[in-house]
């Protein structure tokens, strides 16, 4: 199953494990049963700690295995642990088998500390790229703290338990048999949703810290390489950020990077992680910016209360998908309306969907759906496709994909648990039509993240932040870079350069003020 080359490298991460885990698996005659058991056997060759056994429970899932250690430690994959969630099943292997976690010390306490019982699910899409993020974030809860249980559920082989549940987006993340989140969440997220008293511990510790020279507030491309080029100045540099990615975990194929011929959003976003935490940044994520003020320094107020102080701030906060704004939709999100195809596709195997927006982003979705469900509808507003002439002709040469110019969506139906239809206006004729599908997945475009920033910085009437040829905003010492600005293209080496450019700017223009650049390097 797996090739020579993976074998070599499983098996120099393994030596790694400490403790002895037990592959207990749950199989029956059919072919992923198989495929399991296969998998399974090649893991117990590579370490002499790895033993299986069989797990004659009469309610586990089929095909599943689960891992455990003596100390109690357990989480369990059901499906085949391939694709995007391979890593996530080495890595459980390994802090499973003792190896000690990454995750920062106080929130390894934290999480150790939690009472009570915790049974995390999450169900997942192989395709998923975000949905590895979380899966390894409960596992390594699991892995800390024995009252905790995680269970990673792959949709599409357990079609009946997702259709029961109506799941209809992925990774949707089951506490106790109740919803707990839907979308990529990070683990000071999960940590703080079910630890009460995580926000205070967290803003307190924030509030303590001491001014910045440069704040970088976001975490994507622009975000990254403005804190590269401010560390490298020597100059004391804070990143304050939902997550490390942005936009970027959600893209599938990169092949327009230049240097680099073909890569995908998160080994991208990984790199970019890895070289920030290189230089000496004093990074903070799981955190969200609600205000920007000036007050002698630049102030940041964040989600939990806490305030951080500094000289500069670079404001990257990028851009996120445009939604239709029709009655129904935020109803029915995460119910059968989706914005990735690439996570929430498998989701809707032989089903009718539609996809609204007919630019690159749409027909491309168009494309890869129509592998997997039943048929595709294409509903464009225009009365022309803006998509490159290469998606159109290969979107019309598939026999189940139709495309509808001159379309309005104008609501989202349901039967009040999951999306059943849509209306839609032809534009030409004033008709008012209908489709009967399971799922709708948006692709009109982005809006910035700058609604935190109304009446305090210059937007466009998009809301895009208006910066100079430095980054520089209407705000003395603030700075702004990538998708968030009023940039011509929002591309990811345009947001790079960008941030470098914003970062640079903002050293010059600490370089001006009178005090200069007081406090370099400061804990």
């Given at each position: 199953?797996?090739?020579?080359?993976?074998?070599?490298?499983?098996?120099?991460?393994?030596?790694?494990?400490?403790?002895?885990?037990?592959?207990s698996l749950a199989l029956d005659n059919s072919a992923k049963s198989l495929e399991l058991k296969q998998l399974a056997e090649q893991l117990d060759t590579l370490s002499s700690k790895i033993s299986i056994q069989t797990n004659d429970t009469p309610d586990a899932r089929v095909p599943s295995m689960t891992l455990s250690n003596e100390q109690g430690n357990q989480v369990a994959f059901a499906g085949i642990p391939l694709g995007h969630e391979f890593t996530s099943l080495v890595l459980a292997l390994l802090h499973i088998g003792g190896h000690p976690?990454?995750?920062?010390?106080?929130?390894?306490?934290?999480?150790?500390?939690?009472?009570?019982?915790?049974?995390?699910?999450?169900?997942?899409?192989?395709?998923?790229?975000?949905?590895?993020?979380?899966?390894?974030?409960?596992?390594?809860?699991?892995?800390?703290?024995?009252?905790?249980?995680?269970?990673?559920?792959?949709?599409?082989?357990?079609?009946?338990?997702?259709?029961?549940?109506?799941?209809?987006?992925?990774?949707?993340?089951?506490?106790?048999?109740?919803?707990?989140?839907?979308?990529?969440?990070?683990?000071?997220?999960?940590?703080?949703?079910?630890?009460?008293?995580?926000?205070?511990?967290?803003?307190?510790?924030?509030?303590?810290?001491?001014?910045?020279?440069?704040?970088?507030?976001?975490?994507?491309?622009?975000?990254?390489?403005?804190?590269?080029?401010?560390?490298?100045?020597?100059?004391?540099?804070?990143?304050?950020?939902?997550?490390?990615?942005?936009?970027?975990?959600?893209?599938?194929?990169?092949?327009?990077?230049?240097?680099?011929?073909?890569?995908?959003?998160?080994?991208?976003?990984?790199?970019?992680?890895?070289?920030?935490?290189?230089?000496?940044?004093?990074?903070?994520?799981?955190?969200?910016?609600?205000?920007?003020?000036?007050?002698?320094?630049?102030?940041?107020?964040?989600?939990?209360?806490?305030?951080?102080?500094?000289?500069?701030?670079?404001?990257?906060?990028?851009?996120?998908?445009?939604?239709?704004?029709?009655?129904?939709?935020?109803?029915?999100?995460?119910?059968?309306?989706?914005?990735?195809?690439?996570?929430?596709?498998?989701?809707?195997?032989?089903?009718?969907?539609?996809?609204?927006?007919?630019?690159?982003?749409?027909?491309?979705?168009?494309?890869?759906?129509?592998?997997?469900?039943?048929?595709?509808?294409?509903?464009?507003?225009?009365?022309?496709?803006?998509?490159?002439?290469?998606?159109?002709?290969?979107?019309?040469?598939?026999?189940?994909?139709?495309?509808?110019?001159?379309?309005?969506?104008?609501?989202?139906?349901?039967?009040?648990?999951?999306?059943?239809?849509?209306?839609?206006?032809?534009?030409?004729?004033?008709?008012?039509?209908?489709?009967?599908?399971?799922?709708?997945?948006?692709?009109?475009?982005?809006?910035?993240?700058?609604?935190?920033?109304?009446?305090?910085?210059?937007?466009?009437?998009?809301?895009?932040?208006?910066?100079?040829?430095?980054?520089?905003?209407?705000?003395?010492?603030?700075?702004?870079?990538?998708?968030?600005?009023?940039?011509?293209?929002?591309?990811?080496?345009?947001?790079?350069?960008?941030?470098?450019?914003?970062?640079?700017?903002?050293?010059?223009?600490?370089?001006?003020?009178?005090?200069?650049?007081?406090?370099?390097?400061?804990?």
């Amino acid at each position: 199953m797996l090739n020579a080359q993976l074998v070599d490298q499983l098996k120099a991460y393994l030596q790694h494990i400490k403790n002895n885990i037990v592959l207990s698996l749950a199989l029956d005659n059919s072919a992923k049963s198989l495929e399991l058991k296969q998998l399974a056997e090649q893991l117990d060759t590579l370490s002499s700690k790895i033993s299986i056994q069989t797990n004659d429970t009469p309610d586990a899932r089929v095909p599943s295995m689960t891992l455990s250690n003596e100390q109690g430690n357990q989480v369990a994959f059901a499906g085949i642990p391939l694709g995007h969630e391979f890593t996530s099943l080495v890595l459980a292997l390994l802090h499973i088998g003792g190896h000690p976690t990454k995750v920062e010390a106080d929130i390894a306490e934290q999480i150790k500390n939690l009472e009570g019982t915790f049974h995390f699910e999450t169900y997942i899409s192989l395709s998923c790229q975000n949905c590895p993020d979380v899966v390894q974030a409960l596992n390594m809860m699991a892995a800390i703290n024995p009252n905790i249980r995680h269970t990673m559920v792959d949709g599409a082989l357990f079609q009946d338990e997702v259709d029961a549940k109506n799941i209809m987006a992925v990774p949707t993340v089951m506490l106790n048999d109740e919803v707990f989140s839907q979308g990529r969440i990070s683990l000071t997220d999960i940590v703080s949703k079910i630890d009460t008293n995580a926000a205070k511990t967290q803003a307190k510790k924030l509030n303590a810290k001491k001014p910045y020279d440069v704040l970088i507030v976001g975490g994507g491309p622009a975000g990254a390489s403005a804190a590269v080029y401010a560390a490298r100045k020597g100059i004391r540099t804070g990143l304050v950020a939902d997550k490390f990615g942005g936009q970027v975990m959600d893209t599938v194929g990169i092949e327009n990077f230049i240097s680099v011929k073909a890569t995908e959003g998160p080994k991208l976003v990984a790199s970019l992680e890895e070289h920030v935490k290189d230089y000496d940044v004093d990074i903070m994520t799981g955190q969200r910016a609600t205000a920007v003020s000036q007050n002698g320094n630049i102030e940041v107020e964040l989600e939990n209360g806490a305030k951080l102080q500094s000289k500069s701030i670079i404001l990257a906060t990028g851009a996120r998908w445009r939604q239709m704004n029709v009655p129904g939709e935020t109803e029915y999100k995460g119910k059968g309306v989706a914005y990735c195809p690439h996570c929430d596709g498998p989701l809707f195997k032989q089903k009718d969907v539609a996809v609204i927006g007919g630019g690159n982003s749409g027909i491309e979705a168009a494309i890869d759906l129509a592998g997997i469900v039943n048929h595709v509808t294409v509903l464009e507003f225009d009365s022309t496709l803006r998509a490159d002439d290469v998606l159109v002709k290969k979107a019309h040469s598939l026999n189940n994909i139709t495309i509808v110019k001159n379309a309005q969506t104008t609501q989202v139906l349901g039967d009040g648990n999951k999306v059943t239809g849509l209306h839609y206006t032809d534009r030409v004729s004033g008709e008012e039509k209908q489709l009967n599908l399971s799922g709708i997945f948006v692709q009109i475009g982005l809006v910035p993240n700058s609604e935190f920033l109304q009446n305090t910085i210059d937007l466009t009437e998009r809301g895009e932040i208006i910066v100079d040829g430095q980054g520089a905003t209407s705000m003395p010492g603030v700075f702004a870079a990538g998708d968030v600005t009023n940039c011509a293209y929002k591309q990811i080496i345009i947001a790079m350069g960008s941030g470098a450019s914003a970062s640079l700017g903002a050293f010059d223009y600490l370089i001006r003020q009178s005090d200069n650049v007081a406090e370099t390097k400061a804990a």
